[in-house]
């Protein structure tokens, strides 16, 4: 036989009796009910963070460093190689010929100039997915 227990809902004042079978039902319930609603906002944030709306990376990083390569081709399309220090890993971007290059900061100059910067610094902006350069600053050019 079951036995009949005494459970305490809705208020102080009310008092139902349930037996032991009928409450463990309940409680499978909300167990069921409370791991349902977890898995789903499980999802939801692995979605929310999925989507990017929690990416902390930026999508375009400008950083200064040493040339240590530029190979454009007749088409200006190639890959300029650097280094930000001495120790760094060696950083390498596309070019193409929608990248930007300027002369001492501020003077437009033409894409096929950029192979002169070999061995010295300068500022390159590239997108952080695709790896394109899009603006090349020199500030040290003859």
Same mark, same amino acid.
């Given at each position: 036989?079951?036995?009949? %227990?005494?459970?305490?809902?809705?208020?102080?004042?009310?008092?139902?009796?349930?037996?032991?079978?009928?409450?463990?039902?309940?409680?499978? %319930? =909300?167990?069921?009910?409370?791991?349902?609603? %977890?898995?789903?906002?499980?999802?939801?944030?692995?979605?929310?963070?999925?989507?990017?709306? !929690?990416?902390?990376?930026?999508?375009? #990083?400008?950083?200064?460093?040493? #040339?240590?390569?530029?190979?454009?081709?007749?088409?200006?399309?190639?890959?300029?190689?650097?280094?930000?220090?001495?120790?760094?890993?060696?950083?390498?971007?596309?070019?193409?010929?929608?990248?930007?290059?300027?002369?001492?900061?501020?003077?437009?100059?033409?894409?096929?100039?950029?192979?002169?910067?070999?061995?010295?610094?300068?500022?390159?902006? =590239?997108?952080? !997915?695709?790896?394109?350069?899009? #603006?090349?600053?020199?500030?040290? =050019?003859?």
């Amino acid at each position: 036989m079951h036995q009949r %227990l005494l459970c305490r809902v809705l208020s102080d004042r009310e008092w139902l009796w349930i037996n032991g079978r009928d409450l463990m039902m309940v409680m499978n %319930l =909300f167990v069921k009910l409370t791991r349902n609603t %977890l898995v789903a906002l499980s999802i939801a944030f692995g979605l929310f963070i999925n989507n990017g709306i !929690a990416n902390d990376e930026p999508d375009e #990083v400008g950083y200064e460093m040493t #040339v240590i390569s530029v190979l454009i081709g007749g088409d200006l399309n190639g890959t300029l190689t650097g280094k930000r220090c001495e120790d760094c890993e060696l950083i390498q971007v596309k070019v193409t010929s929608n990248t930007q290059f300027f002369i001492n900061g501020d003077t437009p100059a033409d894409l096929k100039n950029a192979r002169s910067l070999t061995g010295k610094p300068a500022l390159v902006a =590239f997108n952080t !997915a695709t790896r394109v350069a899009t #603006v090349i600053t020199s500030f040290d =050019f003859d």
